[in-house]
T-cell receptor
Framework: DTGVSQDPRHKITKRGQNVTFRCDPISEHNRLYWYRQTLGQGPEFLTYFQNEAQLEKSRLLSDRFSAERPKGSFSTLEIQRTEQGDSAMYLC????????????????FGPGTRLTVL | AQSVTQLDSHVSVSEGTPVLLRCNYSSSYSPSLFWYVQHPNKGLQLLLKYTSAATLVKGINGFEAEFKKSETSFHLTKPSAHMSDAAEYFCVVSGSRDDKIIFGKGTRLHILP
């Protein structure tokens, strides 16, 4: 178990550019989550996958944001036409759904990708 | 609807003294409650988790929390603070019906020598 990894750890981009982040979950975990955390705030839920299916998307996830988990393993989060307001830490977490259809399973977090939009 | 309120944005205690980080929640359903810790430049780490079993939950590093339904609280405590406890702590509520995960705004714990 190598934990949840995220790449890159830091990304600086100019406004209007597209960026893509990658998350590799713990290998046997079937659920994968994306969060955004701004300075002085707790993480805010963006979306989550169960295997390759995207089951829920927050209102925070505008149409400039898209997430995929094509093979039910790693996931990518793309932001198109970045804006300065997108500057934040983007966190990925994974969990193993033990049974039922709830989100009470324990989530394990990656170190995050810090995005700075100039 | 669910919400979580961490009552203090900053808490300072002296090393060796007790720690109390306060969390109140609101949930339409029986919630699951978590405490996570975030050290600078590190990922969020689970401290402990309540899922309707014992109301007193013991976690890692000597932390524990007590679920009090009548007070809708889930305060985090530790008998004796250590310098390494300095970090940001997040209380999290997860509903069993509407599948929302809500983080509190966090409490930054400062440990004074």
């Amino acid at each position: 178990d190598t934990g949840v990894s995220q790449d890159p750890r830091h990304k600086i981009t100019k406004r209007g550019q597209n960026v893509t982040f990658r998350c590799d979950p713990i290998s046997e975990h079937n659920r994968l989550y994306w969060y955004r955390q701004t300075l002085g705030q707790g993480p805010e839920f963006l979306t989550y996958f169960q295997n390759e299916a995207q089951l829920e998307k927050s209102r925070l996830l505008s149409d400039r944001f898209s997430a995929e988990r094509p093979k039910g393993s790693f996931s990518t989060l793309e932001i198109q036409r970045t804006e300065q307001g997108d500057s934040a830490m983007y966190l990925c977490a994974s969990s193993l759904l033990a049974g039922g259809a709830t989100l009470t399973d324990t989530q394990y977090f990656g170190p995050g990708t810090r995005l700075t939009v100039l | 609807a669910q919400s979580v309120t961490q009552l203090d944005s900053h808490v300072s205690v002296s090393e060796g003294t007790p720690v109390l980080l306060r969390c109140n929640y609101s949930s339409s359903y029986s919630p699951s409650l978590f405490w996570y810790v975030q050290h600078p430049n590190k990922g969020l780490q689970l401290l402990l988790k309540y899922t309707s079993a014992a109301t007193l939950v013991k976690g890692i590093n000597g932390f524990e929390a007590e679920f009090k339904k009548s007070e809708t609280s889930f305060h985090l405590t530790k008998p004796s603070a250590h310098m390494s406890d300095a970090a940001e702590y997040f209380c999290v509520v997860s509903g069993s019906r509407d599948d929302k995960i809500i983080f509190g705004k966090g409490t930054r714990l400062h440990i004074l020598p």
